[in-house]
Every structure is written in C-alpha cells, then in structure tokens.
C-alpha cells in the first residue's frame, strides 16, 4: 500500500496526542516505497551521490513532465528556490507582486531585496486577481501566483495564468508555486516552461508526497532563468530526499490515491462546518481552508491548542480567519469535537 497507516495512529502522530493540522503537512507520511528507497541509499551517505540519485530524480521528473533535464533543477525542498527565484529577480528598482493572503516566503526574500512589494486582494472568488497584479507595476521583477493558493486553498484558472504570462510587463517573471496542484484536479503549468516562458514553476516534495522533514523540491524554468538562481547558494542534495522523491514518482497510485484521500476529508470536513453555520472562505481544493471565525483567530488558535488541537495561523488582512489543515479523518473528528465546543464557548 503506498499510505502508511491509513487509519488510526500514523507513524507522523505525535507522541504528545497533539493534533498537527496546523502546517499543511501530510500525515500519511513518505510512502512505503520512498521509505524503502531511504534504506537503500542511506548506507551510501558517506559519499555525495556515489549512485548518482539526483541525477536519476532529474530525469524522471523530466521524463514524466515532457520537459528536458536542464528546465529542471533539483534541491532539498521548494523553498530554497523560492528564495532565490525571488533574490534573483527583484531588487530595490523590480518590485514582488503577490496575492493577499498568500503563502508570504516570497515576500520575506524580497523583503531581504530591498524590492517593493505590492499586495493585491484576491479576487470575490478568491483567486489571484491577475488583472490588478498585471497592472501593480511596470517595474514588477516578480509576480507570485501560488495555486492552489495558501493559506485559502482556492484555486486560479490556467487561463488566468496564461492570461497574466501573456500581459506581465517586460522584464518581469511569473513565479508559480505549485506546492498543492497535485491536490486538485487541475492542470499544471509546466507546459508553459516546455514552450520558454518567462516563468518559474515551484514542487515539494512536501505535501502529497508527504516528505516534508525528507526535503525534496525543483524549480523548472527555461535554462537561462535557472541559471540566474546559482549565485544564491549551491548545495549537494541529500541522496535520501532524491531517492525517496524518485520512488514515490514512479508509484502511479500514489498520487492519485492520495488526493482522493484527502479530498474526501476535505469535503467531510468542509460540509459539517457549513452544516454547523460556520463560514469556510471560497471553495477551497486542497488540504488546507480557511474559516471566518468571527471573532479574534488568535484567540480561537490557543482555545484549540488548549483541547489538544493545533490548527493554522490567521494572516494579518484576515485575524478573524484561521488556517485549518485536512488530516486524518480521526483527527479531522477530533477538530470538529474542539471547534464546536471552542465555538459554541463563552465569547473570545
Ligand atoms: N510553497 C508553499 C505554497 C508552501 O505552502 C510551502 C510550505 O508550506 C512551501 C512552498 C515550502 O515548502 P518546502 O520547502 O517544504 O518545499
């Protein structure tokens, strides 16, 4: 079976009986396959890459993604080149375009830049308002287009994307974050780096693959984009992360099996909070969601952590909402338990 423990206690629950449904993680964890794979290499640690891993992950990746090896460069997770993608592209003069709320690591690096940075409201149905991030500036070095998106789990269309490389201003690169896509049912926009766009495509390892403390990621892009990343750090890969990644690509049933996994507690989850009358934001299609609380999210975050469930954080354009992570369906049933009673509580 390529889950763990699909039900009851997974090897990733914690000792302490906490509920981690707070950091997008995947609790059914490595596959088996990508564990075995761990055990087969870790032997070989004393060496770099004595059987040449990362290469081989390399041209997996490029073999089932229809794009050569050199559009894809491997590292240990995807937020290393998310940083550099950013570090490279923005500057005091090339403004970071993002979406708000959005996952923030991008705008941190340009933070580290000096860049400007422009947020820009999601949309009524809370996709990136590509339109409005087009426009934000013609001096824009980077636009950050993350679907489906975090912390909202919603989605933006592939002809919104396609919409946004078609318009973005001269000079500028769109940067996708693809951390979640295998989540959904959508398509993927590593076609566009096939064709030569300007634009950065970002996978982890991370999430349906659930490889998050295994750390394996790539950027694809265009040669000549990759190529502007280097200067901001080179670093051997660790061989499990490229062995592992390997093994799970070659499992076919792994993703699928997952996502239909995780879509069923999502939507389990989502419709007994709007059956109870809370307010999930959007339509989200991943495994994380946001719901407005109504009332203070910090406060509802340590009322929850205070009946052993740690959910997700709020974003400052939002305090009322927090981030909520799909787990397991026992500990999704654990959440409702302490939502309600965290809900239906004296006022926060
Ligand atoms: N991008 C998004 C949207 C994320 O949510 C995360 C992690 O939460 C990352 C990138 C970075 O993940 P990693 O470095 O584990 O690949």
Avoid at 120 to 130: E, I, K, N, R
Avoid at 255 to 260: G, N
Wanted: proline share 7%.
């Amino acid at each position: 079976p390529s889950g763990m423990a699909l039900h009851g206690q997974s090897a990733n629950a914690p000792p302490s009986g906490m509920v981690l449904i707070n950091a997008n993680e995947n609790p059914l964890g490595p596959s088996k396959a990508a564990c075995d794979a761990i055990a087969r290499v870790a032997p070989l640690g004393g060496r770099y890459d004595l059987t040449g891993e990362t290469e081989l992950l390399t041209k997996t990746i490029a073999a089932q993604s229809g794009l050569k090896p050199e559009f894809i460069a491997v590292y240990a997770g995807s937020s290393e080149p998310l940083h550099y993608s950013v570090l490279a592209f923005t500057s005091p003069t090339k403004s970071f375009v993002t979406a708000d709320p959005s996952y923030e690591a991008g705008m941190f690096a340009a933070r580290t830049s000096q860049a400007k940075i422009i947020k820009t409201p999601l949309t009524s149905a809370f996709a990136h308002d590509v339109k409005a991030m087009v426009a934000a500036d013609a001096q824009a070095g980077v636009i950050y287009i993350c679907n489906p998106n975090n912390p909202t789990g919603t989605l933006t269309t592939k002809k919104d994307i396609v919409w946004a490389l078609e318009n973005k201003p001269a000079g500028s690169i769109l940067l996708v974050d693809e951390a979640y896509i295998h989540l959904t049912d959508e398509p993927d926009t590593l076609d566009l780096v096939a064709q030569g766009k300007d634009l950065i495509v970002l996978r982890t390892f991370s999430k349906i693959y659930g490889m998050a403390g295994i750390r394996c990621g790539f950027a694809a892009g265009r040669p000549d984009l990759l190529a502007k990343l280097k200067p901001f750090g080179q670093n051997a890969m660790p061989i499990t992360g490229s062995a592992a990644a390997r093994a799970s690509l070659e499992d076919p049933k792994l993703v699928p099996e997952r996502r239909k996994m995780i879509g069923d507690t999502r939507r389990d989850t989502i419709a007994w909070l709007k059956t109870n009358g809370y307010k999930v934001i959007g339509d989200p299609q991943t495994n994380c969601f946001m719901i407005d609380t109504g009332r203070n999210g910090r406060a509802v975050m340590a009322a929850m952590k205070a009946r052993n469930v740690m959910i997700g954080r709020t974003w400052p354009i939002w305090p009322n909402a927090v981030r909520v992570s799909v787990g397991t369906p026992e500990e999704m049933a654990a959440f409702k338990v302490a939502f309600k009673a965290v809900m239906d509580g004296p006022p926060l």
